[in-house]
Structure formats: C-alpha cells, structure tokens
C-alpha cells in the first residue's frame, strides 16, 4: 500500500458499522453497487446478478440527488479470488475498467497502453483493458509544471524526469508490487441518480496511466486492470469528487461474503438507526481504529489492549485491499488457543498448510463461538463461525474449516481485510478543516 503525500488534511473522522442489511439514508451520497467478481458457475448468469444488484442499489438511493453510481463486483472468498473491484468508465467516448478497490491506497490508475511488460490476460476469463491517453478526446497529459504536480514532487511517489517533463507516480505496496507512469486528467462517466431518474453525467479527475507493473501486479491468477485508491489524500478520487462538488468526502462499503457475494460501495454519508460510531485514529496514512479487545461470546480475551494501539508502525488498519485478517502475534494465539478450547470436545484441530483448521463433528454455527472485535466509542463487530472461518479441503480432501484470521508476521500492525467486514457496511467519514 503506498500513500501519495499531496497535501496534509486535518483528519476529523469516525467509522461507522452496521448490518449490511441496512437501508441508505441521508443525503447527497454517491453510490457503487457491489456483485460478486467471479462466481461459480450457477443457473443465474453474472449479467443477471449485475442487473439485480444495480435494480436494488437504485431502490435504496432513488430518493436523493446527487447521488454516483458505479457497477461494483467481488468476494472475499480466497478461493475465489478474494478482492472486490470497480468498474469504472474514463475518457470519450467512455471506456471500461476494472479496477480493485482498496483503502489503504489513494490513487486511481489504469494500465496505459505504452505499458512495456503489463499483463495483457488474465485467470479470471475477463478481458483486460489499457488506457490510450491518444485514443481519448478528452484526455489531457500532465506536466511537471501543472499546480497539481508540484506537492507531489516533494514526496517518494512522485516524481518529474527532465527527459519527458511528465509528472509521473512511482507507488510501492506493501506485498512488495509496485506500479509506475504518469499522471493523466480525463472524464469519469458514471450514473447520477437525481430524485427518481438516472442521468449519465461526469466529472475531470486525475488518475494514474500505468507504464509498468511488479510483483502480484503482474500475476495472471489476479491481475486486473488497475486499483482503485479511497485513500485520505487529495489524489483520491473520493477527495477530488468532494472538491468538485460531486459528493461528501465520505464513502461506505457494504460487502456480502455469501451467495453471488458483493454488495453496495457509496461515495457519500449514510444514516441509519442501528449504526455506531468508532473514531479513526487521526494524523494516519490509513484507515487506524482503535481496537480495545476481542471477545467470544461476550467475554473478553486475555490480551493486552497496548498490542493494539496506535503508536510508530503499531495500531489497527482497515483495508479492502487485504483479504484476510491479520492479528499481532499476542492476539492472534490467544484467540487461537481460546477457540481450540472451547471445542475441542466437537471439533479436532490441525495444521493445514500453516492454517489452524478444524475437523468439526457437526455444524461449526453449533460449535463454535461468536468472535467480537470491540472498538472505543462502544462499536464491535460481531463475526459469526461463518464470518471467521472459512471452508477448505484438506490434504486427504476431507471439508475442513480454517481460520479467516492470520498471524501477522514480522509486523506489530493489526488488519482488518474484507473477510471480516462481510455482511457489515463500514462508513468513512473524513472532515476537512
């Protein structure tokens, strides 16, 4: 994950949790549907899916302007990819991405057609697609000596060759990929819901042209064409929306992790009765909560609250970009240990290809416990068996179910993938001052 320093906002924000069953309310939200990126194969076809969800997402958020709306897909599932992604519509006349959305980056970018080495096919049976900055009428190249360029200079991610007088990005992630190219402005297109209609509007924004991929970018098993940033910088699409008048700075996501999978990705605040508030950590490059404990079926674990805090590279992290979730050490075999417990007498663990798993004798919703993840300000995520494990075979090909929780190796930072905020809606909330 890299963060692209452009200009230093004051962060004022909170993170919302509700059942992702929960209706939409309040105003001026702009709005992603969410399926499921590659199901299996069913009697009901992806276009289907699509057309349901996006019928659905209308229903919710017909009732206020203003309101974006981008087609969304993706699961959690690891065995089916585990990744939710936009697709997003630039330039004239229009084009189709997909692209992963993530929080714990800020920068749109697309693969570039100049791209020397970037994937061209993929595993997923889904055409890969490159931007041409020539091919667009709208399209406008930046150079070093744009407004916009000028505070990225002075950060790692930016930088302004003499030789082209591109202003170009260079970000690194945290799984060791990295992308590389240079800066574009064209037109997003996307739907905007006013009152009951649905009118096909856009806006300029900024994003990346990828000229070269590393790493997992580049593998066929999960390339796609870009990423998607709702990072807290002004280089956020989210960010450049909320300057244009576009929508809040503030997005939701809603992921389902069962059926067809996806859910809901809103650009925008939402209001319900059942939702609570946890503040973010403030002065963050990421999404920080501060989580205080964890508990199983109401009683709290033995962990010391200090593993979790905030502090150097310690603290809790939310990112779509994650699949998993991943505990410090401390936490981690302390939930483990708790859990092998308590069922030891139904349910018999092993080692399977360095997952803790377990042979259950009947319905894991019987045996095992609720996990909760408990958070200032009195928010917890309560997670089902079904949410925290998650079913695979074996090595004698027998059902066993693992841990959706990892142990964070050679790190003291605790992440909250999408695994664990299935069937939840997490609001951002990021005031400016």
């Known amino acids: 994950m890299a963060v692209t320093s452009v200009v230093t906002w004051a962060l004022v924000a909170a993170l919302a949790l509700l059942p992702s069953t929960a209706a939409f309310l309040g105003g001026f939200p702009a709005a992603l549907t969410l399926e499921r990126a590659f199901p299996p194969i069913r009697s009901v076809g ?15 958020l017909q009732a206020f302007d203003g309101v974006v709306d981008f087609p969304i897909g993706g699961t959690s599932d690891p065995s089916l990819l585990g990744l939710y992604y936009a697709r997003v519509q630039l330039g004239t006349p229009p084009r189709e991405f997909y692209v992963q959305i993530d929080t714990g980056s800020d920068l749109l970018w697309v693969s570039c057609s100049s791209c020397n080495g970037c994937p061209r096919t993929n595993a997923l049976n889904m055409p890969l697609h490159v931007f041409d900055p020539g091919s667009s009428s709208s399209a406008s190249v930046m150079s070093c000596l744009d407004e916009r360029c000028s505070p990225g200079v002075q950060t790692s991610d930016s930088v302004c060759p003499t030789q082209s007088n591109l202003c170009s990005y260079s970000l690194a992630y945290e799984d060791g990929s990295r992308a590389s190219g240079y800066y574009v402005t064209d037109l997003l297109t996307f739907d905007k819901i006013e009152g009951n209609a649905l009118v096909n509007s856009s806006a300029a924004v900024m994003f990346g042209c990828s000229t070269s991929q590393t790493g997992d970018l580049q593998e066929a098993a999960n390339t796609i064409d870009g990423i998607f940033g709702l990072g807290q910088q002004e280089t956020s699409v989210v960010s450049q929306l909320a300057l244009l008048g576009v929508a809040p700075r503030a997005f939701s996501h809603c992921l389902r992790g069962d059926g067809d ?8 605040e939402i209001t319900d009765p059942n939702i609570v508030y ?18 199983l079926n109401g009683q709290p674990l033995s962990i010391d609250p200090s593993v979790f805090a905030t502090i150097s590279d310690r603290g809790t992290i939310v990112d779509t970009g994650t699949t998993l979730a991943y505990l410090v050490e401390e936490a981690y075999d302390t939930l483990v240990n708790a859990i092998a417990i308590g069922v030891s007498q139904t349910a018999h663990m092993i080692i399977n290809e360095g997952n803790h798993c377990f042979f259950p004798t009947s319905n894991v919703v019987d045996i095992f416990p609720q996990v909760s993840l408990n958070f200032e300000g009195g928010a917890s995520m309560i997670l ?9 075979n074996s090595f004698d090909g027998s059902t066993v179910w693992c841990m959706g929780f990892s142990k964070a190796q050679g790190q003291a930072r605790t992440i909250l993938g999408d695994l664990k905020k299935r069937h939840y809606c997490v609001l951002h909330i990021v005031l400016m001052t």
């Open 384 to 392: 089902s068996p079904q949410e925290y494990l998650v079913q695979q």
């Open 278 to 295: 946890t503040p973010l950590v403030p002065s963050q490059p990421y999404y920080n909560l501060n989580l205080q404990s964890i508990s």
């Open 261 to 268: 999978g996806g859910g809901i990705l809103v650009l925008g």
């Open 46 to 60: 992806l276009s289907r899916v699509r057309d349901r969800d996006r019928a659905r997402h209308r229903r919710m």
